[in-house]
């Protein structure tokens, strides 16, 4: 078992300082903005700790406003003070209307307010132009997203606890495998594995799965993100497991594929050799400096060099934090620069309709030297 504990609280201080740092070049087609009103859940809690269903905070260039209702009255307040800018960040408790007019009291007349245009539906837009009638808004890309792209310490150690989690709740599950293969189970069907494993997440400290655990056996496992269904897993079957989970926010991802009652076989021994080695090749390529599109490249080779080029239908991997899927995209041709800090999952795949399907990933994270895996699960196929 890993060890656990409380981990020190994140201490967020100095990252509303970092955003105002990208106002002068944060508009649209790098116009400067003079505010930003930030409305992504994931994005409010990095800048101010409070994780809240509702809320708003606006980035002036000297000053913030979070904004949100009686639910979080209290709860605001304790996390801004925990997160180490309780003096940084006035707090508005009320309803919609109180809550809009603190943000137009804050947003000075006449100058550009960015909106975070990924985030934005049309709908949305109208509202705030009808709001902010004197501000001219701009739309910005990413601009909160670029500052997470680097996680610090406090971070990744969540993250790594996260890992943790997810790799002792595996091996806690995994004799419901076992007991496939060696017949004295012969009636566990995928979406009961993917429960079992969520709820010993669960018990092992996680607030939820990082998303839906994906689970799928013998022809399922070469659909890529196949549910966890009504399949019965039986001796001989590939089982792709790909799970998660989260800490504090923070999340991980993992796949392991697994060979039920004993090592594979033909064609499928084949595909589980090409893609154990893809991910080794993957993961030995992340490094700072990189461009993350060569490990996808790297990864890519091995597979192109098997006949099966056409079979990894998917990106390599991506970044992860308090989402999923964030960036930096490792995919063909990305351009982002790995440096250390930067979160990223490893995870080549072949898939075959009439064979199966073999997915391998963990989640690493570039240091000064190379990279680090934060998923530790052991990569034995056979169960």
């Known amino acids: 078992m890993h060890a656990s504990g409380t981990l020190e609280p994140l201490d967020v201080s100095g990252r509303l300082g970092r955003l105002r740092g990208l106002f002068d070049t944060a508009g649209a087609d790098e116009s400067p903005v003079d505010a930003l009103l930030v409305t992504t859940p994931a994005n409010i809690r990095w800048l101010s700790g409070f994780t809240g269903s509702a809320g708003l905070l606006l980035v002036t260039r000297e000053r913030a406003i979070l904004t949100t209702d009686g639910r979080y009255r209290t709860q605001s307040v304790e996390q801004l003070s925990s997160a180490g800018i309780g003096d940084e960040v006035e707090v508005v408790i009320g309803g919609v209307k109180d809550q809009r007019d603190a943000l137009v009291a804050l947003a000075t007349a006449g100058t550009p307010l960015g909106l975070e245009a990924d985030h934005v539906t049309w709908a949305a837009q109208r509202s705030w ?79 939820d799965s990082a998303f839906e ?19 019965i897993i039986s001796p001989g079957d590939p089982v792709v497991v790909d799970f998660g989970a989260v800490f504090d926010g923070y999340r991980s991802d993992m796949t392991r594929t697994f060979s039920v009652g004993g090592s594979p076989t033909g064609t499928l021994a084949k595909v589980f050799a090409v893609v154990e080695e893809s991910q080794r090749v993957g993961v030995g390529a992340v490094r700072s400096g990189i461009l993350a599109g060569s490990v996808d490249q790297a ?30 995209s490792v995919g063909p041709g990305s351009t982002a620069i790995l ?34 895996s934060l998923t530790q699960f052991p990569k034995e196929v056979a169960v």
Request: net charge negative; glycine share 12%; aromatic share 4%.
């Open 129 to 207: 132009e009808e709001l902010f009638a004197t501000n001219p808004l701009s739309a910005t890309r990413g601009a909160v997203e670029r500052l997470r792209l680097v996680k610090d310490p406090g971070e990744v150690a969540r993250m790594e606890r996260a890992a943790a989690i997810a790799d002792d709740a595996l091996a806690s599950v995994l004799p419901l495998l076992t007991a496939v293969g060696s017949g004295s189970d012969r009636q566990l069907s995928e979406s009961r594995f993917a429960a079992a494993l969520d709820h010993a997440m669960r018990q092992g400290g996680a607030e």
């Open 213 to 231: 655990t994906i689970v799928a056996s013998g022809e399922n496992s070469a659909k890529p993100h196949a549910r966890p269904g009504s399949r």
């Open 339 to 372: 440096v250390p800090g930067t979160v990223v999952t490893v995870e080549p795949g072949v898939y075959l309709p009439d064979t199966g399907g073999v997915r391998i990933e963990d989640t690493l994270v570039v240091t000064e030297d190379g990279s680090r």
């Open 299 to 328: 990864c890519r080779e091995v597979i192109a060099a098997s006949g099966w080029a056409d079979r990894f239908e998917h990106g390599t991997g991506h970044g992860v934090g308090l989402d999923i899927h964030e960036g930096p």
